[in-house]
């Protein structure tokens, strides 16, 4: 920054004169403070140049998403919400204790996409779950976070209505088993009504090759 004093100039003279001793040889040498002031402010304006050449690219990324995301078609992005909806359903079915839980649009949940980008579900048990984006893309987290919570009315009653389902079935079974054979399915069956593993010959099967886990 100091090459501007080697100017030839009257404005650049009068400044060398105020910030610099002037030697006997007729040469000019900055003092010390000013030197280092000068420098800094040198140091400082390059790097707020360097961020705001760093904000700008990130400004056009930004707004490039929001355009592409604006350009997508509802029915793309309902049918994106969708296939993630099913797959969470599918990944996370032991944790949610349930065999075959796969959620279906109308049935167990209402999908809404608004005209300002906005999408949100409306679970059966009367619950709002906000969606919010990710790089671009709808996320299922509070999704999950609602099902996972174990306070929804409308899982609850999945978990009961599959547990009567496999009652039925079991019961089926153990009116064709041996009354020995037909208690022990039926208690394991209560004890584990969601895990219980059903023998591939059960009128031939003793109470030991019965597997409570799944």
Known sequence: PLELLELN???VQDIRKRICFELENKTFVVKPGIKSNLQ????LFC??????????????KLSQATQESATEHPDDIKAFILRSIKRCCSDNQDILKLRDFQLQETEHFT??????????????????????????????SNFYRHYK????????????????????????????????????LLLASAQNPNGLDIPNSPSTSSPTELSTNR
């Not at 800094?40 to 140091?43: F, G, R």
């Not at 009961?160 to 037909?182: F, W």
């Open 9 to 11: 100039s009257s404005d």
């Open 40 to 43: 800094y402010l040198h140091d």
């Open 149 to 184: 919570a174990s306070s929804c009315s409308m899982l609850e009653n999945l978990r009961k209505e599959e547990e009567e389902k496999n009652y039925r079935m079991l019961s089926a079974i153990a009116s064709t088993l041996p009354p020995s054979d037909s208690r022990t």
């Open 47 to 60: 790097k707020r140049m360097d961020e705001h050449v760093k904000d700008i690219k990130k400004k056009t």
């Open 111 to 140: 999908l809404s996409l608004t005209d300002d980008g906005k999408a949100f579900i409306i679970c059966k048990c009367g619950e709002k779950i906000n969606l919010y984006k990710f790089r671009g893309k709808f996320q299922l």
